[in-house]
C-alpha cells in the first residue's frame, strides 16, 4: 500500500514560514518525481514545485524565490519551505508522487495552510 504523509500546515500571519513535508512509504524516491500542488478556496489544483530523485526542480509559482523545494531520498521525503508567506498562499497543499516514466502517480491527503492575522 503506498501512503504519502503531508505534515507542517497550519496557521501562520502575513510574513512568517512554513516548512512542509511529505514522506511516502510502499514506494521509493528514486526514478520518480516528488511535488507540491495547492488548492486555494474555489479555484484549481496548481503546481508549487517538484524536484526529481536526481535534484532537479521545477517551480510553478510565478514568486518562486519564496519557495524552496528538497528533496531527501534517503527518506523518501520532500520538504517545501515557504517564506514570506501571504494571505494569497492560503490553500490545501498536497503532496504527489510520480514515476519519472509512466502513469503512475499518488497523492497525499493534503495539509491545510492559511495565512491570516
Known amino acids: 500500500q503506498v501512503q504519502l504523509v503531508e505534515s507542517g500546515g497550519g496557521l501562520v500571519p502575513p510574513g512568517g514560514s512554513l516548512r512542509l513535508s511529505c514522506v511516502v512509504s510502499?514506494?521509493?524516491?528514486?526514478?520518480?518525481?516528488m511535488g507540491w500542488y495547492r488548492q486555494a478556496p474555489g479555484k484549481q489544483r496548481e503546481l508549487v514545485a517538484q524536484?526529481?530523485?536526481?535534484?532537479?526542480?521545477d517551480y510553478g509559482v510565478s514568486d518562486q524565490g519564496r519557495f524552496t523545494i528538497t528533496g531527501d531520498n534517503r527518506k523518501n521525503a520532500v520538504y517545501l519551505q515557504i517564506d514570506s508567506l501571504k494571505p494569497e498562499d492560503t490553500g490545501v497543499y498536497y503532496c504527489?508522487?510520480?514515476?519519472?516514466?509512466?502513469?503512475?502517480?499518488?497523492w497525499g491527503q493534503g495539509t491545510q495552510v492559511t495565512v491570516s492575522s
Open positions: 524536484v526529481t530523485s536526481g535534484g532537479t526542480t
Open positions: 510502499g514506494r521509493a524516491f528514486s526514478n520518480a518525481v
Open positions: 504527489r508522487w510520480r514515476r519519472r516514466t509512466g502513469s503512475e502517480m499518488y
